[in-house]
């Protein structure tokens, strides 16, 4: 049973609207954090986050945007999007302290069209 | 700058075969090393993990072995079957700081029935 959930799980939108891409986990981790993945293809590190309040860009540049008000909750925001966007975001999570690994979502196919 | 190479990009095997997946790291403050298997459609789910201290990990048919002379770790699925076929990715973690994992391109297994 997943404990990071992501919704919605495909998404079709027009060039130029605005999206939020949710991420939810219950397990009360601290970090959370976002990927970026062509299907198959390397995991990309867009954004990052050590816990309330607290946010990092990752490796890959991304005109995204994202927020940490609850340590549970981390969407992921697009102002304007572009079919350069098209691609499939993961979300993960992971306790502080040690080295545990991460929990992955299921995903978010995005196509802008 | 990579700071875990994964090889091969791709690997196709006939059912009953061994494949063998190769990572190479330079960081030696790494002391946590994972594998992670993706199904099309899925998230990264942890699959098997190591760390330093010992040479070879065990879990069913899966097994990482582990160089720290050499810096390299290496997946061995044993009698691999159809449904293995995925895109596997090793990573890596340093024990201080954020812990955050570093992960490899990823490697698409095939296995032929």
């Known amino acids: 049973e997943a404990d990071i959930y992501q919704t919605p799980r495909y998404l079709v939108i027009g060039t130029g609207k605005k999206i939020t891409l949710e991420c939810s986990q219950t397990?009360?981790?601290?970090?959370m954090y976002w990927y970026q993945q062509d299907p198959g293809m390397e995991l990309h590190l867009i954004h990052y986050?050590?816990?309330?309040?607290?946010?990092e860009k990752g490796d890959l540049s991304s005109e995204s945007t994202v927020s940490r008000i609850r340590t549970e909750h981390f969407p992921l925001t697009l102002e304007s999007a572009r079919p350069s966007h098209t691609s499939q975001y993961l979300c993960?999570?992971?306790?502080?302290?040690?080295?545990?690994?991460?929990?992955f979502g299921s995903g978010t196919r995005l196509t802008v069209v | 700058q990579q700071q875990v190479k994964q090889s091969p990009q791709s690997l196709i095997v006939q059912k009953g075969g061994i494949p063998i997946i190769n990572c190479a790291y330079e960081?030696?403050?790494?002391?946590?090393f994972p594998w992670y298997q993706q199904f099309p459609g899925k998230g990264p789910a942890l699959l098997i993990a190591i760390r330093p201290d010992v040479s070879e990990k065990k879990e069913g048919r899966f097994t990482i072995s582990f160089n720290k002379s050499a810096k390299q770790f290496s997946l061995h699925i044993m009698d691999s079957q159809p449904g293995d076929s995925a895109t596997y990715f090793c990573a890596a973690s340093p024990q201080t700081g954020a812990n955050n994992l570093f992960f490899g391109t990823g490697t698409r297994l095939t296995v032929i029935p």
């Open positions: 960081n030696t403050a790494f002391d946590y």
């Open positions: 993960a999570s992971s306790p502080w302290g040690g080295n545990y690994g991460y929990t």
């Open positions: 397990m009360g981790h601290d970090k």
């Open positions: 986050s050590y816990g309330v309040n607290s946010t």
